[in-house]
């Protein structure tokens, strides 16, 4: 512990130790005056209803003083942490209206209530994804930023949900990460171990080529990279016009639970915006605790006025009087 004042410290102490002098002396010279009397010194019980109140307002006096001392100390204060990736598939199939206004448009308004609710401990960063994958916002504090990127994605192409967490991994890592050529028997890249990091993909689970999602999810676990998927879609689907063109689309729930649980994961289905919301409430970020330095001046005065309180009401009720 330490005081922002420290002199007045030494005045608490000094004036304290003063007090409880003065009152020795004030009780020594009560007793003498009892025994000139004849009178005999009251037994335990009393002698402790006697000096009770009085010391207990002397305390409370003394953690006054302290308090005008300002004290401080360091505790631990826990806080969630880590780095939270929000890949978001944003290929034709997300334009379909099964999910309120659109897939796409509800995952958007889910993920930016996520980011802003996070604390500056929390770096969020966005990939977009269709047949091929763009980190449109690297991992960071700047949460603004971030609801700004989120806010820029549209509609457009294929889906690859292997290319999504690689480019994932890529802005996790900080660097270009690959599949190795299964062909030529190469061992997978050492990425390192990245247990505070998450993954959370945002698709309907159409995946139309690209790397294989399942290897790709392999790798992330051999990172320590856990991925939660959301299914963003109805599993009835939706139709949806393309250059002209009618097509189908639903949720494809079997490959995004897979993509999952190879990273000790979870798959949640997300049907609008609410469900949506309540996925991101159950991200298990990583908790640490952080050292702070936290002042007591409240916790002092507060204690001192319990204990002048309590000193007052028994005087109060005991002997009729205050002092």
């Given amino acids: 512990m330490s005081f922002e004042y420290p002199l007045l410290l030494a005045v608490a102490v000094a004036v304290g130790a003063g007090l409880l002098v003065a009152y020795q002396l004030l009780q020594r010279r009560r007793a003498a005056a009892l025994a000139a009397a004849g009178l005999q010194p009251t037994r335990r019980r009393g002698r ?15 953690l006054l003083f302290l308090g005008v001392a300002r004290p401080q100390a360091t505790v631990p204060v826990p806080r969630a942490s880590g780095t939270v990736i929000l890949a978001f598939d944003v290929s034709n199939s997300m334009g379909a209206k099964d999910v309120t206004p659109t897939r796409l448009a509800a995952a958007q308004s889910a993920a930016a209530a996520f980011v802003r609710a996070q604390p500056d401990t929390v770096d969020v960063g966005i990939v977009a994804f269709g047949q091929g994958a763009l980190t449109t916002q690297l991992p960071s504090a700047d949460h603004d930023s971030t609801v700004a990127a989120i806010n820029r ?15 994932s991994l890529s802005a996790i890592v900080g660097q270009p990460v690959s599949l190795p050529d299964p062909d030529a028997a190469e061992p997978p890249p050492d990425l390192g171990y990245w247990r505070s990091a998450t993954i959370v993909l945002l698709s309907d ?32 689907g939706a139709t949806i016009e393309v250059d002209g063109y009618q097509m189908a689309t ?13 990273t000790a994961g979870s798959y949640h289905r997300a049907q609008d ?29 507060a204690i001192a006025l319990i204990l002048l309180t309590i000193g007052g009401l028994l005087m109060i009720s005991w002997f009729g009087r205050i002092l």
Wanted: proline letters at 3%; zero cysteines; charged letters at 20%.
């Fill in 153 to 167: 994605l549209t509609v457009a192409g294929g889906t690859s949900l292997g290319q999504a967490i690689l480019a």
């Fill in 273 to 301: 915006a609410r469900s949506l919301n309540d996925v991101y409430d159950s991200l298990d970020l990583r908790i640490t605790t952080e050292d702070k330095l936290v002042e007591l001046t409240g916790a002092a005065v």
């Fill in 205 to 236: 689970g159409e995946d139309t080529g690209g790397p294989d999602a399942l290897a790709a999810a392999e790798l992330a676990a051999t990172a320590g990279v856990h991925i939660e998927t959301v299914g963003v879609g109805t599993v009835e």
């Fill in 48 to 62: 402790v209803r006697r000096h009770l109140p009085p010391l207990l307002m002397l305390a409370a006096l003394v």
């Fill in 250 to 262: 639903a949720l494809n729930e079997e490959l995004l639970t897979e993509v999952a649980e190879t």
